[in-house]
C-alpha cells in the first residue's frame, strides 16, 4: 500500500531539503535549453539554505511542505503584504513559490498545496492571494487558472541584464 502524505508548516530546520529541492525544481522548470550563469547564480544564491533559513524565520512568512516518508516532495512560501506590482495587492499575500517535484505532477499535490495556504491566508484575514508566474511557464499558467486565479495583468521580471514579462494571477479569498 502507498504511503500517505503529510502536509505541514515549514520550520527553520527544513531550510536545507526546502533549499535543494527548490534548486532542483528551479532548474529543473528554467533551465530546459541548458545552464546558464545567471540561471546557476540565482539557484546559488536565492535558493541557498541560508536564504531559505532566513525566509523560513520572517515574521510575514510562511512555509507549507508535503512529504512522503519523510521525502519532501513539494513547498508553497508565502509572503504576508508583500508589495506587488499593482497597488491593492500589498492588502492581500504573495505565493512566492509553488514548487512540486517533477516525479509528483498531476498528482494533486500543487493544489493541496495551495489550498492550505489559502486557508491559511483566510485565517489570517488576508483579502486575496496572488502571484506572478512567467509568461512562458504555460503549465503553471493552466495550473492557476484551473485553481480559480484570474490573470490581472502583466509585470516584468530583470533577469541576468534581460526583462522577461510575467502575468501576474489574483484570488479573492474574503469579501473584504
Ligand atoms: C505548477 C505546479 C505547482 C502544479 O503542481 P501539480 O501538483 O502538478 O498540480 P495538480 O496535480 O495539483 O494539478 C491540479 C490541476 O491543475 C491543472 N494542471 C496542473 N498541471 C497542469 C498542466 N501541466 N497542464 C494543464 N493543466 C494542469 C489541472 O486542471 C490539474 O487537475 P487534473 O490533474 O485533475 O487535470 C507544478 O507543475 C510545478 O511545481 N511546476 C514547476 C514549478 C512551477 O512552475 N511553479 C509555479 C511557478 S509560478
Given at each position: 500500500m502507498p504511503s500517505s502524505l503529510h502536509y505541514r508548516p515549514g520550520e527553520p530546520c527544513d531550510a536545507l531539503c526546502i533549499s535543494g529541492l527548490a534548486t532542483q525544481v528551479f532548474l529543473d522548470t528554467y533551465a530546459t535549453d541548458g545552464m546558464r550563469a545567471d540561471l546557476a547564480e540565482e539557484a546559488l544564491t536565492v535558493y541557498a539554505p541560508t536564504q531559505f533559513d532566513t525566509r523560513l524565520r520572517h515574521p510575514d512568512t510562511r512555509f507549507i511542505l508535503v512529504e512522503r516518508d519523510a521525502h519532501l516532495l513539494g513547498f508553497a512560501e508565502i509572503v504576508a503584504h508583500a508589495e506587488g506590482p499593482m497597488p491593492r495587492l500589498s492588502a492581500g499575500a504573495e505565493l512566492v513559490r509553488l514548487y512540486v517535484q517533477r516525479h509528483c505532477h498531476r498528482q494533486g499535490l500543487g493544489r493541496t498545496l495551495l489550498e492550505n495556504a489559502e486557508a491559511l491566508m483566510r485565517e489570517a484575514d488576508l483579502p486575496c492571494l496572488w502571484l506572478k508566474a512567467w509568461a512562458g511557464n504555460l503549465r503553471a499558467r493552466d495550473?492557476?487558472?484551473?485553481?480559480?486565479?484570474?490573470?490581472?495583468?502583466?509585470?516584468?521580471?530583470?533577469?541576468?541584464?534581460?526583462?522577461?514579462?510575467n502575468r501576474v494571477f489574483r484570488k479573492q479569498l474574503s469579501t473584504r
Open positions: 495550473f492557476y487558472q484551473a485553481q480559480g486565479y484570474e490573470d490581472i495583468g502583466g509585470t516584468h521580471y530583470e533577469f541576468g541584464g534581460n526583462a522577461y514579462e
